[in-house]
């Protein structure tokens, strides 16, 4: 028996432990947050290794009772759990970093949502987070090199203008080749060029024909799925958004200066015997230039007209958004003024924009929401450029006389105008105005539990006018009369589709069936007028009715409609095994009556790998999935009227009278039917090391047949010409995607992104089957556009005199390739030089973060195409005459192979052509971006950044050959405004 003494000792014993153990714990407070300090409600805080624990509340907070030796447990849906020991703290907040593969669990397909794993079909996304690290115009923008499969090309800089989108190659020669984009759930026919950037919260690409054959007749060129940011239940927040930024020219355009242009003058004689070999006299000189070309030589003058044309722009964004909302209602305000002012001065860009967000609960079963749009924009400069003018001006010459007056000829070559009178005030004007009020509107109503309809109605409204004035002392005109036109469109298109949605699981089995009816109709309508003389250049275009001579006044009207029937099944067994079935039956008023409606099925299997048994609970293994996918879908993308015959005005003698009469002018196709694709897929879908390396690949073929292709007729018929179903083409390819999660360390934190996309695209047949259609430059194997010319080999030089009189050439003229090895030069000759399909392209993007520090760059690459240059054949053509690009051309003394000798015999070097084709091959910085997160307890997160857009481009086109930027979907245009180097400053706060 144990005596009372020891149990004295156990009593007290237990008392001081109670006590030591109440003395340690305490209670502590915090908040956890996003990275852009807003506060996460709901998330989970445990004291690692007990059950103690609680969870945030509306604003994120939390009060939990520790002890000092307390390890927290945070953890959150859609975020990295984060390990956070107390020590003697007694505030305690913590910022969760988000988990992007977790946050692409759920992700936005077409008329609805679904989890990654279950997905079948091939689908891209991109984030907010990508989107609102580039200081961007247009929305487009955004999928560059941030999506496998997604070739985007921004050609030049000019304020307002949007790139070029093509997903997974062209399939079309002559139809349209854009992919379909659909906001908030409506498919849109004005595209989203108005939609402020500021305002996505992500944008998913679907590729496939599992994932795009449920939009059927428009998704043969992919589909981009663009959802706007929403309110949600808990504290409003308030968003003040801004930057701005200076942008300047990458380098100007390397012309010759006024010594080089002398020297290329005298040379383009020398080479025809009007000028005397060896050394330039003053006596020679005196025969050849003129008094305001002598004045400069022996001054030493070099007038750098880009020095006038170009400035330095500016770019500007202040957007201030409210959200919040109850468990009933929750809203999204946002209001954005943005403001591009462009390197050329007269081209800039303004844009307002309103967005409201609102959604509504109205009892358990029924719920009703509105995503609002509203733009005005303003764009001046949209086809207004001198960059051509001015590389070509006499760099002799004076821009302004001794009373600082310009001279508008500042030589007397008439055909050469000053430049900068092209921008004086009121010189050119060029502006366009555009308004638009864009909204989805739905209804939802839960019939019974699993079965919900949905109607969603989405009006579209825009009204554009341009109004262009070209007054007397411009280039155009060169004294003439001032000149004026005006156009005004007025668009409406509307959506409404009416959604059954059925989910149901019974034991291991899942079911999900989507049906679809939908109607989209379009009008537009157009007027034009243009006028010759207009009186007072002050009035511009604005008094139209008051000039001398009424030229082609238009109205126009044009309607298209699309009548739409969709099915779709999903099922799963346990969540291994995917089957999606799509089907849609599309009417298109655009084709011929006997063939409006066609229909696009699409069958998609998936094997979720990693839920299998032998896989199952695997440490380094979170995710393995396989798919596959086969279907067909149209492209409907042709002008309205196209298959009926239509008439034109003509002229005719009725007797000894002029008249008008009408005569056809198109030959109608009432067969033509839609031009369709049908596409195989196989996928593979990986996440590694509890998500530390994730991503996927594709491989892809997409074969197009019935293509919407003029088909040629004999003149003999009265037509050139019928649109036709006929030809086939074929696009293969190979994508992969790949996030990595570098070092996650303490407070540092490195990931990088990676995408890679290869696609070769084929003409399989033509209009006699797979015979080449050599006068359009198509060719059976090749790519849809394929560069057919003469190859240039150098330059014939001194010693190849014989040679080059064997082919009628001369000394120091273009030496081009004889192919075929007959002794002549002939259009035989010609061969296939290359194509504007890039071998690949990627970009990749690494983020830094350190405690509020964060750090991220992005580099883009387009590898193996060919393009071909504008400013090499408007700005190179060595006759002598006008500034020419400063490039190394050959003369007795300098046997270059690069470029010929000048000639003022020439208008331009024979096989001219030959000089403007470079490679395509570039690599840019993209953007640099480095922030800091400050700590201010009164605000909800407050951010301040710096961004350097575009800061290096590597290109032999610029470096070695002046060029511009090889940034191009096709020919770089000689009137392409340069690229730009922007540094941006900007806050980004929430309170």
Not at 130 to 140: D, G, K, M, S, Y
Not at 503 to 511: D, I, V
Not at 761 to 779: M, P, S, T, W
Request: proline share 3%; aromatic share 10%.
């Amino acid at each position: 028996m144990k005596s009372p003494l020891h149990g004295m000792m156990l009593v007290l014993t237990l008392l001081l432990s109670c006590q030591f153990a109440f003395a340690q714990t305490r209670q502590i407070t915090g908040k956890i947050t996003d990275t852009n300090g807003e506060g996460l409600i709901g998330a989970s805080i445990a004291v690692k290794g007990t059950t103690t624990g609680t969870v945030t509340d509306a604003d994120g907070a939390f009060t939990l009772a520790v002890s000092n030796e307390s390890v927290l447990v945070i953890s959150y849906t859609g975020y990295n759990t984060k390990e956070e020991t107390v020590g003697t703290r007694t505030v305690v907040d913590i910022t969760l970093e988000e988990n992007i593969a977790d946050l692409a669990e759920t992700v936005v397909v077409g008329y609805g949502t679904q989890r990654k794993s279950q997905l079948t079909g091939a689908i891209s996304s991109i984030t907010s987070k990508q989107i609102t690290e580039l200081p961007i115009t247009n929305a487009r923008q955004a999928l560059q090199g941030r999506a496998a499969g997604v070739d985007v090309v921004q050609a030049g800089s000019r304020p307002g203008s949007a790139p070029t989108v093509r997903i997974r190659g062209r399939r079309s020669i002559q139809a349209s080749n854009e992919p379909l984009y659909v906001v908030d759930g409506i498919p849109l026919a004005g595209g989203i060029d108005d939609i402020n950037p500021q305002d996505i919260q992500s944008m998913e690409v679907l590729k496939d024909a599992s994932a795009t054959a449920i939009y059927g007749s428009r998704g043969s060129n992919g589909v981009v799925l663009v959802t706007t940011r929403r309110g949600k239940a808990g504290k409003s927040v308030v968003s003040f958004d801004t930057y701005y930024g200076i942008s300047e020219a990458l380098g100007s355009i390397d012309v010759m200066d006024g010594a080089q242009f002398a020297e290329y003058k005298r040379e383009s004689r020398r080479a025809v015997g009007a000028y005397p070999a060896g050394p330039a006299t003053a006596a020679d000189d005196a025969k050849l230039f003129e008094a305001i070309e002598l004045d400069g030589i022996a001054k030493g003058r070099s007038t750098d007209y880009q020095d006038y044309i170009l400035r330095q722009g500016n770019i500007q964004s202040h957007q201030l958004g409210v959200t919040g909302g109850d468990k009933n209602t929750q809203f999204a305000i946002s209001a954005n003024y943005f403001n591009d002012v462009g390197i050329i001065h007269n081209q800039d860009f303004t844009r307002y924009t309103f967005r409201l967000n609102l959604d509504h609960q109205i009892n358990q079963r029924m719920k009703v929401g509105t995503s609002t749009l509203l733009v005005y924009s303003e764009r001046n400069g949209e086809v207004f450029n001198p960059l051509g003018v001015t590389l070509r001006e006499n760099p002799l010459g004076r821009p302004y006389d001794d009373n600082g007056n310009l001279i508008f000829l500042p030589t007397s070559d008439g055909l050469q105008t000053n430049p900068i009178a092209e921008i004086a005030p009121g010189a050119i004007i060029d502006l366009t105005k555009r308004t638009r009020m864009f909204s989805s509107i739905y209804g939802e109503w839960e019939i019974i539990p699993g079965l919900k309809y949905r109607v969603n109605f989405g009006p579209d409204f825009t009204n554009r006018r341009l109004g262009r004035f070209t007054g007397s002392q411009t280039q155009a005109r060169r004294g003439g009369n001032a000149v004026a036109n005006t156009f005004y469109e007025y668009g409406f298109n509307y959506t409404v589709e009416n959604i059954l949605n059925y989910s149901k699981s019974f034991g291991a089995n899942n079911l999900n069936i989507t049906a679809m009816q939908s109607l989209q109709k379009d009008d537009v309508e157009t007027a034009s007028i243009s006028v010759d003389g207009v009186p007072a250049e002050t009035q511009q275009f604005y008094a139209l009715g008051q000039a001398s001579t009424i030229n082609n006044p238009s109205t126009n009207l044009t309607q298209w409609a699309l009548n739409s029937y969709m099915g779709r099944i999903n099922y799963d067994f346990q969540g291994k095994y995917l089957l999606t079935l799509t089907g849609r039956y599309d009417g298109s008023s655009r084709f011929g009556r006997n063939t409006k409606y066609g229909f696009f099925p699409s069958v998609a299997l998936g094997w979720n790998i990693s839920e299998e048994g032998f896989l199952k609970g695997s440490k380094w293994l979170e995710q393995l999935k396989l798919r596959a996918s086969y279907g067909s879908i149209g492209n409907t993308a042709i002008n309205p009227y196209q298959t009926q015959t239509s008439l034109s005005r003509t002229t005719y003698l009725f007797g000894t009278t002029g008249a008008y009469g009408y005569r056809p002018s198109i030959l109608g196709n009432p067969d033509l039917k839609w031009e369709s694709t049908s596409t195989a897929n196989i996928g593979l879908d990986f996440s590694l090391w509890a998500g530390r390396v994730y991503g996927n690949i594709e491989v892809y073929q997409a074969d197009t047949r019935d293509l919407l292709l003029n088909d040629q007729l004999p003149l003999t018929s009265g037509f050139s010409s019928v649109l036709r179903n006929v030809g086939r083409t074929r696009n293969k390819g190979l994508e992969i995607t790949l996030s990595t999660v570098n070092i996650d360390k303490g407070d540092f934190r490195w990931s990088t992104d990676l995408q890679f996309t290869h696609n070769k695209e084929a003409i399989l047949e033509l209009f006699n089957g797979k015979v080449d259609d050599i006068g359009n430059a198509r060719f059976i194997g090749q790519p849809l556009t394929a560069y057919f010319d003469f190859k240039k080999i150098g330059i014939w030089q001194t010693s190849e005199l014989d040679q080059a009189t064997k082919y009628q050439r001369k000394v120091g003229e273009i030496k081009v390739e004889d192919v075929n090895g007959d002794g002549k030069h002939d259009a035989s000759d010609r061969t296939i030089l290359g194509s504007q399909v890039p071998k690949w392209s990627g970009g990749i993007t690494n983020r830094f973060e350190y405690k509020g520090f964060d750090l991220s760059f992005f580099v883009f690459a387009r590898i193996g195409s060919m393009f071909q240059s504008g400013f090499h054949s408007t700005f190179n053509t060595l006759a002598g005459r006008y500034n020419n690009l400063d490039i190394d051309y050959w003369t007795p003394n300098n046997p270059t192979n690069d470029f010929p000798r000048p000639n003022v015999n020439q208008e331009a070097p024979v096989y001219q052509s030959t000089l403007t084709y470079f490679s395509g091959t570039f690599v840019k910085i993209r953007n640099i971006n480095f922030g800091y997160n400050i700590p201010v307890k009164k605000l909800t997160g407050l951010r301040v950044f710096t961004s350097i857009q575009q800061p290096f481009i590597f290109s032999e086109y610029r470096s070695k050959y002046k060029g511009i930027d090889n940034e191009t979907e096709g020919t770089v245009n000689q009137d392409q405004t340069p690229s730009v180097r922007q540094i941006t400053f900007g806050i980004n706060a929430k309170f």
